[in-house]
T-cell receptor, first 116, second 114 residues
Framework: NAGVTQTPKFRILKIGQSMTLQCAQD?????MYWYRQDPGMGLKLIYY???????DKGEVPNGYNVSRSTTEDFPLRLELAAPSQTSVYFC???????????????FGSGTQLSVL | DQQVKQNSPSLSVQEGRISILNCDYT??????FLWYKKYPAEGPTFLIS?????DKNEDGRFTVFLNKSAKHLSLHIVPSQPGDSAVYFC?????????????FGQGTELSVKP
Protein backbone atom coordinates (compact mmCIF):
# COMPACT_ATOMS: atom_id res chain seq x y z
CA ASN A 1 0.00 0.00 0.00
CA ALA A 2 2.53 2.62 -1.18
CA GLY A 3 0.30 5.70 -1.63
CA VAL A 4 2.45 8.65 -2.76
CA THR A 5 6.15 7.94 -3.20
CA GLN A 6 8.76 10.68 -3.51
CA THR A 7 12.42 10.32 -4.40
CA PRO A 8 15.01 11.31 -3.37
CA LYS A 9 14.49 12.05 0.33
CA PHE A 10 17.49 14.37 0.55
CA ARG A 11 19.57 16.21 -2.03
CA ILE A 12 22.24 18.90 -2.04
CA LEU A 13 22.66 20.91 -5.23
CA LYS A 14 25.13 23.52 -6.31
CA ILE A 15 23.84 26.80 -7.67
CA GLY A 16 22.96 26.41 -11.34
CA GLN A 17 22.59 22.64 -11.29
CA SER A 18 19.43 20.92 -12.44
CA MET A 19 17.50 18.03 -11.00
CA THR A 20 14.17 16.26 -11.13
CA LEU A 21 12.14 15.36 -8.06
CA GLN A 22 10.17 12.22 -8.70
CA CYS A 23 6.63 11.57 -7.52
CA ALA A 24 4.43 8.55 -8.13
CA GLN A 25 1.04 7.53 -6.75
CA ASP A 26 -0.72 4.19 -6.99
CA UNK A 27 -4.23 5.28 -5.97
CA UNK A 28 -5.40 6.16 -9.51
CA UNK A 29 -5.92 9.76 -8.41
CA UNK A 30 -6.67 12.34 -11.06
CA UNK A 31 -5.23 15.32 -9.22
CA MET A 32 -1.59 15.74 -8.27
CA TYR A 33 0.22 18.64 -6.64
CA TRP A 34 3.65 19.92 -5.72
CA TYR A 35 4.06 22.02 -2.59
CA ARG A 36 7.06 23.54 -0.92
CA GLN A 37 7.34 24.15 2.79
CA ASP A 38 9.58 26.89 4.10
CA PRO A 39 10.06 27.44 7.84
CA GLY A 40 7.18 29.43 9.31
CA MET A 41 5.53 29.81 5.91
CA GLY A 42 3.23 26.85 5.62
CA LEU A 43 2.82 24.98 2.35
CA LYS A 44 2.87 26.87 -0.93
CA LEU A 45 1.50 25.33 -4.13
CA ILE A 46 4.04 25.22 -6.97
CA TYR A 47 2.19 23.35 -9.73
CA TYR A 48 -0.75 21.04 -9.99
CA UNK A 49 -2.29 18.68 -12.52
CA UNK A 50 -5.91 17.64 -13.00
CA UNK A 51 -5.05 14.67 -15.21
CA UNK A 52 -2.52 13.26 -17.63
CA UNK A 53 -1.36 15.92 -20.06
CA UNK A 54 -2.84 18.83 -18.08
CA UNK A 55 -0.82 21.01 -15.73
CA ASP A 56 -1.21 24.49 -14.31
CA LYS A 57 0.70 26.95 -12.15
CA GLY A 58 0.14 27.40 -8.47
CA GLU A 59 1.22 30.25 -6.20
CA VAL A 60 5.00 29.95 -6.63
CA PRO A 61 5.82 28.38 -10.04
CA ASN A 62 8.91 30.41 -11.00
CA GLY A 63 12.04 28.31 -11.40
CA TYR A 64 10.14 25.03 -11.77
CA ASN A 65 8.62 22.92 -14.51
CA VAL A 66 6.35 19.88 -14.45
CA SER A 67 4.95 17.29 -16.79
CA ARG A 68 2.21 14.69 -16.44
CA SER A 69 2.51 12.01 -19.09
CA THR A 70 0.76 9.33 -17.03
CA THR A 71 -1.83 9.29 -14.27
CA GLU A 72 0.72 7.85 -11.85
CA ASP A 73 3.73 10.15 -12.27
CA PHE A 74 4.21 13.87 -11.71
CA PRO A 75 7.90 14.89 -11.74
CA LEU A 76 9.07 18.37 -10.74
CA ARG A 77 12.03 19.83 -12.60
CA LEU A 78 14.43 22.48 -11.28
CA GLU A 79 16.41 23.84 -14.21
CA LEU A 80 18.86 26.30 -12.64
CA ALA A 81 18.92 25.76 -8.92
CA ALA A 82 19.08 28.87 -6.72
CA PRO A 83 19.52 29.20 -2.93
CA SER A 84 15.91 30.47 -2.74
CA GLN A 85 14.79 26.98 -3.76
CA THR A 86 16.19 25.46 -0.58
CA SER A 87 13.07 23.95 0.95
CA VAL A 88 11.17 20.78 1.71
CA TYR A 89 9.11 19.65 -1.25
CA PHE A 90 5.94 17.61 -0.93
CA CYS A 91 4.05 15.86 -3.64
CA UNK A 92 0.36 15.11 -3.05
CA UNK A 93 -2.58 13.58 -4.84
CA UNK A 94 -6.35 13.55 -4.54
CA UNK A 95 -9.22 11.79 -6.27
CA UNK A 96 -10.98 14.80 -7.69
CA UNK A 97 -12.45 18.19 -7.10
CA UNK A 98 -15.55 18.84 -5.05
CA UNK A 99 -16.53 15.23 -4.70
CA UNK A 100 -16.96 14.58 -1.04
CA UNK A 101 -13.66 14.99 0.70
CA UNK A 102 -11.65 15.25 -2.49
CA UNK A 103 -9.69 18.10 -1.00
CA UNK A 104 -8.35 15.40 1.24
CA UNK A 105 -4.84 15.27 -0.07
CA UNK A 106 -2.52 12.34 0.33
CA PHE A 107 1.06 13.51 0.75
CA GLY A 108 4.40 11.88 0.13
CA SER A 109 7.06 11.97 2.84
CA GLY A 110 8.91 14.88 1.25
CA THR A 111 12.25 15.76 -0.33
CA GLN A 112 14.61 18.00 1.61
CA LEU A 113 16.58 20.05 -0.91
CA SER A 114 19.50 22.35 -0.15
CA VAL A 115 21.02 24.61 -2.81
CA LEU A 116 24.47 25.85 -1.87
CA ASP B 1 -1.03 38.21 1.23
CA GLN B 2 -1.58 35.47 3.78
CA GLN B 3 -5.19 34.37 3.28
CA VAL B 4 -5.01 31.70 5.98
CA LYS B 5 -3.23 32.56 9.19
CA GLN B 6 -2.23 30.58 12.24
CA ASN B 7 -0.89 33.20 14.57
CA SER B 8 0.45 30.85 17.22
CA PRO B 9 3.64 29.11 16.06
CA SER B 10 3.60 26.80 19.05
CA LEU B 11 1.38 25.51 21.85
CA SER B 12 2.25 23.43 24.91
CA VAL B 13 -0.44 21.47 26.76
CA GLN B 14 -0.48 18.95 29.59
CA GLU B 15 -1.60 15.43 28.79
CA GLY B 16 -5.32 14.96 29.41
CA ARG B 17 -6.13 18.65 29.00
CA ILE B 18 -7.75 20.36 26.04
CA SER B 19 -5.68 21.65 23.13
CA ILE B 20 -7.16 24.51 21.11
CA LEU B 21 -5.53 25.46 17.84
CA ASN B 22 -6.74 28.55 16.04
CA CYS B 23 -6.89 29.63 12.42
CA ASP B 24 -8.12 32.85 10.79
CA TYR B 25 -8.88 33.49 7.15
CA THR B 26 -9.52 36.59 5.09
CA UNK B 27 -11.19 35.29 1.92
CA UNK B 28 -14.98 35.10 2.36
CA UNK B 29 -15.18 32.81 -0.69
CA UNK B 30 -13.57 29.93 1.20
CA UNK B 31 -16.22 27.30 1.75
CA UNK B 32 -14.31 24.21 2.85
CA PHE B 33 -11.76 23.94 5.61
CA LEU B 34 -9.41 21.17 6.64
CA TRP B 35 -6.87 20.37 9.31
CA TYR B 36 -3.74 18.38 8.58
CA LYS B 37 -1.29 16.90 11.05
CA LYS B 38 2.41 16.53 10.35
CA TYR B 39 5.03 14.53 12.19
CA PRO B 40 8.76 15.21 11.61
CA ALA B 41 10.18 13.68 8.43
CA GLU B 42 6.70 12.73 7.23
CA GLY B 43 4.18 14.31 4.92
CA PRO B 44 1.03 15.94 6.31
CA THR B 45 -1.95 13.65 6.87
CA PHE B 46 -5.60 14.63 6.78
CA LEU B 47 -7.22 14.98 10.18
CA ILE B 48 -10.67 16.54 9.94
CA SER B 49 -12.64 18.89 7.71
CA UNK B 50 -15.71 21.12 7.79
CA UNK B 51 -17.95 22.62 5.17
CA UNK B 52 -19.05 26.23 5.48
CA UNK B 53 -22.67 25.10 5.80
CA UNK B 54 -21.81 23.68 9.21
CA ASP B 55 -20.41 25.26 12.34
CA LYS B 56 -19.10 22.12 14.00
CA ASN B 57 -17.74 18.75 13.01
CA GLU B 58 -16.64 16.09 15.45
CA ASP B 59 -14.52 12.99 14.99
CA GLY B 60 -13.59 11.20 18.19
CA ARG B 61 -11.28 13.42 20.24
CA PHE B 62 -11.11 16.03 17.49
CA THR B 63 -13.68 18.77 16.92
CA VAL B 64 -13.47 21.62 14.47
CA PHE B 65 -15.53 24.77 15.00
CA LEU B 66 -16.25 27.32 12.30
CA ASN B 67 -17.30 30.91 12.93
CA LYS B 68 -18.00 32.38 9.51
CA SER B 69 -18.83 35.87 10.73
CA ALA B 70 -15.45 36.08 12.44
CA LYS B 71 -13.69 34.15 9.66
CA HIS B 72 -12.23 31.92 12.31
CA LEU B 73 -11.93 28.20 12.87
CA SER B 74 -10.49 26.22 15.69
CA LEU B 75 -9.47 22.64 16.34
CA HIS B 76 -10.15 21.19 19.77
CA ILE B 77 -8.40 18.04 20.94
CA VAL B 78 -9.87 16.47 24.07
CA PRO B 79 -8.20 14.83 25.88
CA SER B 80 -4.76 15.62 24.53
CA GLN B 81 -2.27 12.77 24.31
CA PRO B 82 1.53 12.78 23.85
CA GLY B 83 1.04 11.17 20.43
CA ASP B 84 -0.82 14.32 19.35
CA SER B 85 2.47 16.23 19.45
CA ALA B 86 2.93 17.39 15.86
CA VAL B 87 2.58 20.41 13.60
CA TYR B 88 -1.02 21.20 12.69
CA PHE B 89 -1.89 23.04 9.50
CA CYS B 90 -5.26 24.49 8.69
CA UNK B 91 -6.20 24.82 5.05
CA UNK B 92 -9.03 26.31 3.03
CA UNK B 93 -10.47 26.02 -0.45
CA UNK B 94 -13.08 27.83 -2.53
CA UNK B 95 -15.51 26.41 -5.06
CA UNK B 96 -14.29 28.82 -7.75
CA UNK B 97 -10.70 27.67 -7.22
CA UNK B 98 -10.63 24.82 -9.69
CA UNK B 99 -8.31 21.95 -8.97
CA UNK B 100 -9.09 21.77 -5.29
CA UNK B 101 -6.20 24.05 -4.58
CA UNK B 102 -5.77 24.39 -0.86
CA UNK B 103 -4.38 27.48 0.83
CA PHE B 104 -2.45 26.51 3.95
CA GLY B 105 -1.70 28.37 7.13
CA GLN B 106 1.80 28.55 8.57
CA GLY B 107 1.25 25.74 11.05
CA THR B 108 1.14 25.45 14.84
CA GLU B 109 3.49 23.08 16.63
CA LEU B 110 1.65 21.30 19.44
CA SER B 111 3.58 19.73 22.28
CA VAL B 112 1.65 17.53 24.70
CA LYS B 113 3.63 16.88 27.85
CA PRO B 114 3.07 13.75 29.98
Amino acid sequence: NAGVTQTPKFRILKIGQSMTLQCAQDMNHNYMYWYRQDPGMGLKLIYYSVGAGITDKGEVPNGYNVSRSTTEDFPLRLELAAPSQTSVYFCASSYGFRQGTNEKLFFGSGTQLSVL
Amino acid sequence: DQQVKQNSPSLSVQEGRISILNCDYTNSMFDYFLWYKKYPAEGPTFLISISSIKDKNEDGRFTVFLNKSAKHLSLHIVPSQPGDSAVYFCAASAVYNQGGKLIFGQGTELSVKP
